[in-house]
């Protein structure tokens, strides 16, 4: 079973605008987030993070926000630029493993001139 | 790539083949990891460890063999490849509490 779901494969959004990227879990253990870019034939790029005791974090256009009762957090870009165009992934870790994290399946962002 | 380097970038196998990749780490990070990529599927443990000597299983070991001899060094190897196994391969380290760092991936495709 996915604990951790991107259900949007992908995403257009227009340079300037906002872009809003989903990210659904179910293990109530999760403990922190994180979201990682990623450019074809690169490496995943961390990105920014969330512990479990925030509802928020930002870090220059990006803001991470954590709503624990609905077991659900997005990435909001502001304001989108063409290079911002790759996939990101979202993860979570278990407050049980100090050391794994399961990913999410990826959202394709497209962000067009 | 927060000093992760891996070895080869790219390969072509042909099934029943072996080959092993390397990942190396220039600072002292006791945590290392091995993900594979596939379309749609995101980022998929196979083997990870947790300081030198050690390695555990992750999502999808089969397959695969790891060691952790030198602390720098984490190898991934495929026994006998099969063409389920081409992949883009990720290795990572820890640094800080959660954070992983990856490097810049082996692309192998097994014929």
């Known amino acids: 079973d996915q604990q951790v779901k991107q259900n949007s494969p992908s995403l257009s959004v227009q340079e300037g605008r906002i872009s809003i990227l989903n990210c659904d879990y179910t293990?109530?253990?999760?403990?922190?987030f994180l979201w990682y870019k990623k450019y074809p034939a690169e490496g995943p790029t961390f990105l920014i993070s969330?512990?479990?005791?925030?509802d928020k974090n930002e870090d220059g256009r990006f803001t991470v926000f954590l709503n624990k009762s609905a077991k659900h957090l997005s990435l909001h870009i502001v304001p989108s630029q063409p290079g911002d165009s790759a996939v990101y992934f979202c993860?979570?870790?278990?407050?049980?493993?100090?050391?794994?994290?399961?990913f999410g399946k990826g959202t394709l962002l497209t962000v067009n001139p | 790539n927060a000093g992760v380097t891996q070895t080869p970038k790219f390969r072509v196998l042909k099934t029943g083949q072996s080959m092993t990749l390397l990942c190396a780490q220039d600072m002292n990070h006791e945590y290392m990891y091995w993900y594979r990529q596939d379309p749609g599927m995101g980022l998929r443990l196979i083997h990870y460890?947790?300081?030198?000597?050690?390695?555990a299983k992750g999502e999808v070991p089969d397959g695969y063999n790891v060691s952790r001899l030198k602390k720098q060094n984490f190898l991934l190897g495929l026994e006998s490849a099969a063409p389920s196994q081409t992949s883009v391969y990720f290795c990572a380290i820890k640094r800080g509490a959660e954070t992983q760092y990856f490097g810049p991936g082996t692309r192998l495709l097994v014929l």
């Open positions: 460890s947790v300081g030198e000597g050690t390695t």
């Open positions: 293990n109530s253990m999760f403990d922190y």
């Open positions: 993860a979570a870790k278990d407050g049980g493993s100090n050391y794994k994290l399961t």
């Open positions: 969330i512990s479990s005791i925030k």
